[in-house]
């Protein structure tokens, strides 16, 4: 079974510009939720989906927001980029929520990196 | 609020020597706790999970026991090897926000041959 898998994995971004990155789920997982990961805050939670509807949010300004499609692939959107954002995108995936039995399994990260 | 407290790094052991990352939490609610690691350029592997009071989680000669008591979580392994050299974090989930895990900072271990 493939695992989860993000795209693209790096990418270098102007100040200012806006940016999505991309997360398909392991196939038959419907929940996914986003992390981001620098080396001063460590990992952090954005955002989760399930069902297309956002179910948490992280403690995270405006500028990020995502998206859920009915093929529970995601996708989440920086705009206004600030040097702040470099970090590790990480998205991980699990078969549903709510339940203490689902786990998550991460995909290997989009790289951004804000000039 | 809820958060997750490991023991600083980097930790350096030869290999064989045995393993004990410290982890401690708070929660409100009754929280999963969990082990991830990280290889370089890599994303995070689940390494072993615990979802009740004296569960003991374990993979890979990697264990660690739900402590209620003293809302611990510690990782150990008895030898470690080379191939163990990753960063190792400790995480939280809480009924109600299973997709919001909440991690420690990490500890990176380095094992010399």
């Known amino acids: 079974k493939a695992g989860v898998t993000q795209t693209p994995r790096y990418l270098i971004k102007t100040r200012g510009q806006q940016v999505t990155l991309s997360c398909s789920p392991i196939?038959?997982?419907?929940?996914v939720s986003w992390y981001q990961q620098t080396p001063g805050q460590g990992l952090q939670f954005l955002f989760e989906?399930?069902?297309?509807?956002?179910?948490n949010k992280g403690n995270f300004p405006g500028r990020f927001s995502g998206r859920q499609f009915s093929n529970s692939r995601s996708e989440m959107n920086v705009s206004t980029l600030e040097l702040g954002d470099s970090a590790l995108y990480l998205c991980?995936?699990?078969?549903?929520?709510?339940?203490?039995?689902?786990?998550?399994?991460f995909g290997p990260g989009t790289r951004l990196t804000v000039t | 609020g809820d958060s997750v407290t490991q023991m600083e790094g980097p930790v350096t052991l030869s290999e064989e020597a045995f393993l004990t990352i410290n982890c401690t939490y708070t929660?409100?609610?009754?929280?999963?706790l969990f082990w991830y690691v990280q290889y370089p350029g890599e994303g995070l592997q689940l390494l072993l999970k615990?979802?009740?009071?004296?569960d003991k989680g374990s993979n890979k000669g990697f264990e660690a026991t739900y402590r209620k008591e003293t809302t611990s979580f510690h990782l150990e392994k008895g030898s470690v090897q080379v191939s163990d050299s990753a960063v190792y974090f400790c995480?939280?989930?809480?009924?109600?926000?299973?997709?919001?895990?909440?991690f420690g900072k990490g500890t990176k271990l380095s094992v010399k041959p």
């Open positions: 991980a995936s699990s078969r549903g929520t709510g339940g203490l039995s689902y786990e998550q399994y």
């Open positions: 196939s038959g997982h419907r929940s």
């Open positions: 989906y399930f069902s297309e509807t956002q179910r």
């Open positions: 929660a409100t609610g009754y929280p999963s």
């Open positions: 615990a979802t009740k009071a004296d």
């Open positions: 995480a939280l989930s809480v009924v109600g926000s299973q997709g919001n895990l909440i």
